[in-house]
C-alpha cells in the first residue's frame, strides 16, 4: 500500500529486527582490514578474467557482486519489490525463536535524496545498477544503498513494519528469488 500510495519505492525484509541497519562491511564481527583486502583481492580478480570486463570496469557492479555473495561491503541490499522484501523478512535456514520480531523496512527515496543529497561522497547514495549477468540482482529487484555508517538509521530514520515472524511466505518461492540456472558471471 506504501508503494501504491508513492510514500515508499524502496524496501527491505530482515528475518530479525535489529536495533541498527548496518552495512556488512561495518558490523561488530566483521575485521574491516581482512575484508578491505579481500575486497581488492576480488577486484584485482574481476579486472583479470577474461569476460568480466563490463563489471571490472565499474567499482559499484564489483561491490554488487561482491554484496551479492557475502563479501562484506559498505552495501546495503534493497528491492522494489515489496513481495521480494516480505520474502527475505520470512524465509531463513534457523528460524528464529517464537515471537521474534521481523521487520520490512520502507523507504522514500525522493526524501532520502534532500537528506542525504547534502553531503556526496559522505552521506548515504541510493544506487540502482545494471551488472550484466548476474541473475540473482534482477530476480530480486535489487537495489542497493551505498553507506558508511554503522546504522542507516543515524542519518535519516527509516519507515519499518514490525511484524511477529511466522515462517516463510508461500510467494516468491526460493527458486524465483535465487534462480536455478546460473548466469556465466554466477557460475564463476
Known amino acids: 500500500r506504501l508503494q501504491e ?18 552495512p556488512g562491511l561495518h558490523r561488530p564481527n566483521v575485521d574491516f582490514t581482512r575484508a578491505e583486502k579481500a575486497t581488492h583481492r576480488f577486484a584485482h580478480w574481476v579486472k583479470s578474467t577474461p569476460g568480466l570486463e563490463e563489471i571490472a570496469a565499474s567499482t559499484d557492479a564489483m561491490l554488487a557482486v561482491a554484496q551479492h555473495y557475502g563479501m562484506p561491503t559498505p552495501f546495503l541490499d534493497f528491492t522494489i519489490d515489496p513481495q521480494v522484501a516480505g520474502y527475505f523478512a520470512s524465509v531463513t535456514p534457523n528460524p528464529p525463536a517464537s515471537g521474534t520480531e521481523s ?26 545498477l545494471d551488472v550484466p549477468n548476474l541473475w540473482r540482482l534482477e530476480a530480486q529487484s ?18 519499518r513494519i514490525v511484524f ?7 510467494a516468491p518461492t526460493d527458486a524465483e528469488i535465487y534462480p536455478k540456472q546460473e548466469s556465466p558471471i554466477e557460475s564463476r
Open 142 to 159: 535489487g537495489v542497493f544503498i551505498w553507506c558508511q555508517y554503522d546504522d542507516l538509521n543515524a542519518p535519516f530514520p527509516l519507515d
Open 103 to 128: 521487520c520490512l523496512y520502507c523507504l522514500n527515496i525522493k526524501e532520502a535524496d534532500e537528506i542525504w543529497g547534502v553531503r556526496p561522497g559522505i552521506d548515504p547514495e541510493c544506487l540502482v
Open 5 to 22: 500510495l508513492g510514500q515508499a519505492q524502496w524496501f527491505r525484509g530482515q528475518v530479525q529486527n535489529w536495533p541498527k541497519l548496518t
Open 164 to 170: 511477529p515472524y511466522q515462517g516463510a511466505v508461500p
